[in-house]
């Protein structure tokens, strides 16, 4: 067993004439624990104890066992390397010495010639700045002396007359740049790009498209934006009132009057609530303003009515209700009404032309 090879090897040792703490030692820096050695040294020490029994001498050489070979190698083995790596911190720390004293030694020849260009530089700037500062010295003490001093006229005094105004400064008016737009051509909405065409009917000029310019309670109808590239946005009353591009607005009730004047309505029915007829030739006139069946969206969000009717918000209100206009596709009639501000209807903008 373990235990009785280490009994040996401490037996060994003691005959050798090696110390109890050298033993110990060795013992610990090849893996042997503090308990299993005292141990063992108690169980030697016992044995020594007892007194020997004379037996015949028996010739034998060193009683060295191959475990104590191996023990004494591997402590050997340890030694050797806690030597050899001595050694190298040894060589290492004398190799980063010598590193450190070549690395100063090049920075002071380095400041050494940064000294010295620097000195090359200075020193010949300071002697021009000498020299030059002697020069003008020397200059303005010949001037003030020298022949030449005599000859300077005194500055002529000119007397401010205080009657004399300084003259006005023109002022140059930058010409007024007049942009003329016709009724006829496409309208160009500033706030998004978007045109709109335009006709002239009578003293008015009025889109041919509904407005599609997206601005507070507004919606494609069905939210579909392919709805809005056909027939504009529906809005309702309070957003359509001011949805027009500047210059332009909502058509009110009388706006729509003359329109429908034109359009050859009998003037008894001018102020009819209700679908109201109009001439014949009034389809061709609808066609001009390119009414399109654009339909609604009810108080409830609801999206009704698209190529069936067309409706129009006016600028008007009667108590809570506010005027609109409506078409529908199987005649030219115009239907004349107030309705709820909170439906979406479209809105066509007009102006006075």
Known sequence: MANEKLNDYIKKCIELGKQREEITNNLLGVGWSKEDIDASFSAVKEEASVPEVPTKEV?????????SNSLNNEINSIQEESNNLNENLKQEKSSINMRRKEVFKEER???????????KIITPIVVIVVVLLIFSIAFAFIQKIGPFSSLEAEPEIVQEDENVLPPEEEVVEEPVVVVTWNCGE???????????????IGSQCWMTKNLNYITGNSSCY?????????HGLLYDWNTAVTACPSGWSLPSDNDFKILERYLG????????????????????????????????????????????????????SVDDLYSARSFRAKDSNIYKGNISGEYGYSVRCVIPY
């Open 59 to 67: 010739a034998f050489k060193e009683p060295i066992d191959d475990f």
């Open 222 to 230: 069905n939210d579909d934006v392919e709805n809005c590239e056909e």
């Open 265 to 316: 309505m009998e003037e008894e029915k001018i102020d009819v609530t209700g679908w109201r007829e109009v001439s014949p030739n009034a389809q061709g006139t609808l066609e001009l303003l390119n009414i399109t069946l654009s339909g609604s969206r009810d108080i409830s969000g609801e999206f009704k009515y698209k190529g069936e009717y067309a409706n129009l918000w006016l600028s008007d």
């Open 186 to 200: 496409e309208l160009i909405d500033e706030r998004d790009g978007k045109s709109y065409p335009t006709v002239l």
């Open 109 to 119: 020849i380095i400041d050494d010639s940064e000294e010295n260009n620097s000195k």
